[in-house]
């Protein structure tokens, strides 16, 4: 578990001297929990005191990047059992598993079907992260030639699953600059594999018959000094597979226990879509740090996407947009304007409806911090005030040759208010965005 500000200051000469800019030793202890000072600052701090903090400053599970530089992936680096307790940091890297058996044409299709699956939400890119490259063919050359396509083909990082080294070495060596993951050690083939590993700096994945094995195959490693790993916790069935992602993950954050402080791979298993789909949400919601997938099509990656992303969204930070004031279409100086709030969501909710009336419109985006409209009005953050202030802030009496603002119809108890507060007519739009496109085409504001 990670450390206290008590624990910190116990090992902290206590003289509270001053020298490192702190008034006491434990408010240096606070600074340095709270990441805003170096343990440097204290020229007085032990050796003994500087390794057991350095040690036991390590997050419970090790951060991992791989992939290539412009599609790195984070894996692990989590701190809590439950997002609520902080928040999770690095979302489920999605794979999905491609075979070096596949004909030229079917590769070339996979990996072009893998590429489309893209999509835009609330403003952010989502997508795949990995291909998960199946040596089937058992041939090296062939599994080396695959491998780079892959790469070449998706722009993507790979996971190498292979049971055979030379395979192994040969495909590290096509794909080495994107960090590839190396699948995967066991007992049998440890010092081989280790070995790749560290002579490429390269993550390897380890997989024994069960959990038990599998993390005193990790306390071995980890004797050796290699620490770039990631555990395989698949079984038979979904439920055993949850089973052992659960444990490991109580094991890491609340016992400490370093064999298990890795970022953790599953695959699924089933073989009708559907549960295959929902075995993949239960290893996104818990805790998967990597979900090796078949399935392919756009719909059903877009269900678990958009599941990953609200797991994965700082539940302390709501997605926003900037505030400020939008052009949607080409409005003029007779065009509407209306008010909302910087919750991501409600703006990619909002805009597209007014995109979709086809009239030019402005919309002005209030600091709300990243409130929705009822939520911030009940929480007096999209009030009279702040709606005026967001008008001055953009000069928008310049843009325009009306002074009628639309306001949110959830929100229409502000319009007296907000006509006293900024001199403009308030015209209350509807409640549902759904409603804007009909609302806009039969307005007349002039
Ligand atoms: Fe304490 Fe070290 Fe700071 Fe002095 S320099 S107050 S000993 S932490």
């Known amino acids: 578990m990670a450390l206290s500000a008590l624990d910190i200051y116990k090992l902290l000469p206590k003289t509270n001297c001053k020298k490192c800019g702190s008034p006491t030793c434990l ?79 079917q590769l070339k299709e996979r990996l072009a079907k893998i590429k489309a699956i893209k999509f835009e939400r609330v403003g952010q890119q989502l997508g ?58 066991g007992e049998s083939n440890l010092d081989k594999l280790l070995g790749l590993a560290q002579t490429h700096n390269l993550a390897l994945v380890l997989k024994s018959e069960n959990l038990e094995a599998t993390l005193k195959i990790s306390e071995q490693v980890i004797g050796k000094g290699y620490k770039d790993l990631i555990l395989d916790v698949s079984a038979g069935n979904s439920s055993q ?37 929902l075995e993949a949400a239960t290893y996104t919601a818990k805790y998967a740090s990597i979900a090796v997938v078949n399935f392919i099509d756009l719909e059903s990656h877009l269900s678990l996407l958009t599941l990953r992303q609200n797991i994965y969204t700082d539940p302390q930070k709501p997605v926003t947009v900037e505030p400020k004031l939008y052009e949607i279409g080409s409005p003029g100086k007779d065009s509407p304007l209306l008010v909302t709030t910087n919750f991501s969501l409600t703006f990619y909710t909002v805009s597209p409806e007014i995109e979709h009336s086809k009239v030019p419109a ?13 939520t911030a009005w009940a929480a007096e953050k999209f009030t009279a005030e702040t709606i005026a202030k967001a008008m001055k802030a953009v000069n928008v009496e310049t843009k325009l040759n009306h002074k009628k603002i639309i306001i949110p119809g959830y929100v229409a108890v502000l319009s007296g208010k907000l006509e006293d507060e900024s001199g403009w007519q308030v015209v209350v739009g509807p409640k549902e965005a759904s409603g804007i496109p009909k609302f806009l085409k039969q307005l007349v504001l002039v």
């Open 362 to 374: 402005y919309l002005l985006i209030a600091d709300t911090e990243g409130m929705s409209v009822l």
């Open 128 to 185: 795949i992260n990995l291909v998960a490259l199946s040596n089937e063919s058992k041939d090296v050359r062939k599994f080396s030639q695959v491998a780079k396509t892959c790469v070449s083909e998706t722009g993507l990082g790979i996971i190498l699953i292979s049971d055979n080294s030379s395979c192994l070495e040969g495909a590290v060596k096509e794909t080495q600059p994107v960090k590839p993951i190396i699948y995967a050690a």
């Open 241 to 277: 597979a949850l089973q052992n992602l659960t444990i490991l993950r109580r094991l890491s954050i609340i016992k400490n226990f370093r064999p298990a402080g890795f970022p953790v791979i599953c695959f699924t298993h089933a073989k009708d879509k559907n549960l295959e789909v």
């Open 27 to 105: 408010a240096f202890a606070l600074r340095l929990l709270a990441k805003k000072a170096s343990l440097e600052e204290c020229p007085d701090v032990s050796e003994e005191a500087r390794r057991a903090l350095a040690q036991a400053s390590e997050p419970p599970i090790r951060t991992l990047v791989v992939g290539p530089e412009n599609k790195r992936v984070e894996l692990g680096g989590e701190i809590v059992l439950f997002r609520h307790e902080k928040t999770f940091y690095h979302h489920t890297a999605i794979a999905i598993s491609v075979s070096d058996n596949l004909s030229e044409t």
